[in-house]
T-cell receptor, first 116, second 117 residues
Framework: AQSVTQLDSHVSVSEGTPVLLRCNYS??????LFWYVQHPNKGLQLLLK??????LVKGINGFEAEFKKSETSFHLTKPSAHMSDAAEYFC??????????????FGGGTRLMVKP | EPEVTQTPSHQVTQMGQEVILRCVPI?????FYWYRQILGQKVEFLVS????????KSEIFDDQFSVERPDGSNFTLKIRSTKLEDSAMYFC???????????????FGSGTRLTVV
């Protein structure tokens, strides 16, 4: 079965400093991995996705994530935080081997706070 | 940019009542989904829908739940007799095609917060 663990429920950074949101996954075969962001009163927006191509994935708004199979990790990073990055971030996995490819499994979410 | 629209944004209902949550997926999308998030818990998959039938559902999606695409534009989730534990944020999503690689074109709505009292 697939599962996702986001190691930090809350992360606080100062504007202009790097962001690191940690994610570890469990999957039986070859997962697809995603990061979604949710701003208050907004839908879940796809930031980036990994689907067995390049292990370093670049997304929107300057975010990127690196797939490390040996560590079963898919941490999200950004070199310099902006106030508008304050939101809830979800790490998500889908394992085609275990389902028809329709189901996403979400991590518990990390709330990113950005201080001026 | 096309959006998935959910109405209402917040609904309060009494325990035992039927409730219908409405979603308007993106017009050229063919696959439709419902997810929910109980306060303080993870977002959970409920059901996926394609070609006018359920393609996959989770254990949560029991006989109290049903989905329908009644008119070619709306996609609804019905809970027949609500329980207190149905209180959650319900997210609708749609995708243009079979989502492989997974997540391709998967667009979520902003959610309906259901409160059962």
């Amino acid at each position: 079965a697939q599962s996702v663990t986001q190691l930090d429920s809350h992360v606080s950074v100062s504007e202009g400093t790097p962001v690191l949101l940690r994610c570890n996954y469990s999957s039986s075969y070859s997962p697809s991995l995603f990061w979604y962001v949710q701003h208050p009163n907004k839908g879940l927006q796809l930031l980036l996705k990994y689907t067995s191509a390049a292990t370093l994935v670049k997304g929107i708004n300057g975010f990127e994530a690196e797939f490390k199979k040996s560590e079963t990790s898919f941490h999200l990073t950004k070199p310099s935080a902006h106030m508008s990055d304050a939101a809830e971030y979800f790490c998500v996995v889908s394992d085609l081997l275990n389902n028809a490819g329709n189901m996403l499994t979400f991590g518990g979410g990390t709330r990113l706070m950005v201080k001026p | 940019e096309p959006e998935v629209t959910q109405t209402p944004s917040h609904q309060v209902t009494q325990m035992g009542q039927e409730v219908i949550l409405r979603c308007v997926p993106i017009s050229n999308h063919l696959y439709f989904y419902w997810y929910r998030q109980i306060l303080g818990q993870k977002v959970e998959f409920l059901v996926s829908f394609y070609n006018n039938e359920i393609s996959e559902k989770s254990e949560i999606f029991d006989d109290q739940f049903s989905v329908e695409r009644p008119d070619g534009s709306n996609f609804t989730l019905k809970i027949r007799s609500t329980k207190l534990e149905d209180s959650a944020m319900y997210f609708c999503a749609s995708s243009e095609r079979q989502p492989y690689p997974m997540g391709y074109g998967y667009t979520f709505g902003s959610g309906t917060r259901l409160t059962v009292v």
